[in-house]
């Protein structure tokens, strides 16, 4: 499932117009169809149907939808937020339609529309061309679709009106969709930021365009999917021992947070790795052993504690309850001269990245490095503002991945994880997930996750796509048990062996 840029998107659409031998009206009409449908399967005791309409093409789409909503019976109006005399080309044929098939129109001023209980309100403002700020006429459009979307369903075409299909960005305001009617390609900005948000569930039609098309025009961007690798983890040899499954070593837990690495230690165990072990605080020791005896946990008072621990492993992961003292500093030190050494995966999350924007190590960083920010983080180590970060999670990420040789989990919502294959750079987005996963502590289980598929002999890419996907499922999955609302990063571990049963 790939996802696309606005403009890669208008270069398909043109090249179907192209090889179809078909104009842009047909493919319009297409979509109005497409878009109606959805409502009437969503809504299906909808009686009336209010679109509000701008002058583009996305408009068009609407003008046409209007028309066949008439005449499928139903009561049909169009709120438009321009001047009848700024509709050109085919919006202005589409809006001549709708209006000789008896459509009402009436302007966003107007108080003359009056809406039933049933009433499906269809977002049809602005599609996915829209680059800077929308204007004030538009913003108003948008303000009284969102305002009546307190009562009323939003079908949004394409993309919710203001959000950004690159970015997911708003654009100064933006509607909030219950569902969007999505035409030609999945647009990347409706799957992270505030498009995530904005989109509701999201239908799609390729408009019966020539997969070829599709084939010759590839996307970067794709929506991640756990069971690209699943066989590679559950498929085991019947002739296996503890040491195929590779050797993780968890570092953190400073003083007052043991339990950020003991739940990525238990990640880590539950993901499936052979051999996991723990260094933490000699305080922590028996709290690791009492939640997970089979971890093997040792208690490390300094960088040269830790030393004798960093030859065996196959992946290190260093940062959950890490901390930012001197103590901390030694084991990353540490860490780095050893990846210096030889070929070690090295995960990297909270403090760890946190010393890593302020610190300057005086080893090389790992050639093989998975880094796992939050916005937060991820703008400390770019050196921006959090705002900037979330202005462009895509370019973020991008950058983290150019900027540190590694690949990047840029947590939030719509996860990225960008890395570089076949000097190439491309980009996963995690489409799983919920609001109840925003709570301490998931982000290391999500470590530990890492760490155990890459101990399994998992590519660093691979285990970070196939991470962020399975944990963002277990905790779906969780929360049809517990709710959202006081859900834990153990409930996700409950789940996440569940998911990596064999299919078969």
Not at 203 to 230: A, G, Q, W
Not at 280 to 288: F, I, K, N, Q
Not at 345 to 350: E, G, I, L, N, S
Not at 411 to 434: D, I, M
Request: aromatic letters at 6%; proline letters at 3%.
């Amino acid at each position: 499932m790939q996802l696309y840029t606005s403009a890669l998107t208008k270069k398909i659409d043109n090249l179907a117009i192209k090889e179809k031998n078909v104009t842009g009206y047909s493919l319009m009409q297409e979509a109005a169809e497409f878009s109606l449908n959805i409502l009437m399967q969503e809504w299906e005791d909808a009686d009336q149907v209010v679109t509000f309409c701008a002058k583009g093409k996305n408009s068009g789409d609407g003008f046409l939808l209007a028309k066949y909503a008439k005449e499928s019976g139903l009561e049909s109006a169009v709120v438009l937020s321009i001047k009848q005399k700024e509709l050109t080309g085919i919006a202005k044929k589409a809006f001549q339609e709708a209006k000789d098939s008896g459509v009402k129109f009436v302007s966003l001023t107007s108080n003359k529309l009056k809406m039933t209980r049933k009433t499906v309100l269809v977002d049809a403002l602005i599609g996915t061309g829209l680059k800077g700020a929308v204007r004030e006429h538009t913003k108003d459009a948008i303000d009284k679709i969102n305002a009546l979307g307190n009562k009323h369903p939003i079908l949004s075409l394409d993309i919710p009106s203001g959000i950004n299909a690159d970015t997911g960005s708003v654009c100064g305001a933006a509607v909030v969709a219950h569902a969007t009617a999505s035409f030609v390609t999945y647009k990347k900005g409706c799957f992270t930021s505030d498009g995530r948000t904005c989109s509701g569930e999201i239908f799609f039609s390729d408009l019966n365009i020539s997969k070829k098309i599709y084939t010759n025009n590839p996307s970067d961007c794709h929506v991640l999917e756990m069971e690209r690798y699943l066989d590679k983890i559950v498929l085991r040899d019947m002739n296996s021992h503890k040491g195929d499954f590779g050797h993780v070593l968890i570092i953190g837990g400073n003083h007052g947070f043991g339990g950020a690495s003991i739940l990525s230690a238990k990640a880590a165990a539950f993901s499936g790795a052979g051999l996991v072990g723990l260094a933490t605080r000699p305080e922590h020791v028996s709290a690791s052993i009492s939640s997970c005896p089979e971890i093997m946990t040792v208690g490390i008072d300094s960088g040269q504690d830790l030393e004798q621990f960093l030859e065996k492993p196959d992946v290190i992961a260093i940062g959950p309850g890490l901390g930012q003292s001197a103590w901390s500093e030694q084991l990353l030190q540490r860490v780095y001269w050893e990846a210096e050494k030889r070929d070690v995966t090295v995960v990297m999350d909270a403090d760890a990245l946190n010393l890593l924007s302020t610190l300057k190590l005086s080893a090389k960083r790992p050639k093989k490095l998975i880094i796992t920010p939050h916005p937060g983080e991820a703008a400390r180590l770019l050196n921006k503002t959090i705002e900037e970060v979330e202005a462009n999670r895509f370019k973020a990420a991008s950058m983290l991945q150019k900027k540190y040789n590694a690949v990047v989990i840029l947590k939030g919502s719509g996860t990225l994880v960008c890395y570089e294959r076949n000097n190439k750079q491309y980009v996963g987005v995690c489409e799983a997930g919920n609001p109840g996963m925003a709570t301490g502590g998931m982000g290391d289980v999500l470590t530990g996750i890492v760490a155990g598929f890459v101990s399994q002999g998992l590519k660093p890419y691979e285990a970070a796509e196939m991470a962020v996907d399975v944990h963002a499922k277990a905790a779906d999955l969780a929360s049809l048990d517990v709710g959202e609302v006081g859900l834990l990063p153990s409930d996700v571990l409950e789940e996440l062996r569940y998911l990596l049963q064999d299919s078969e």
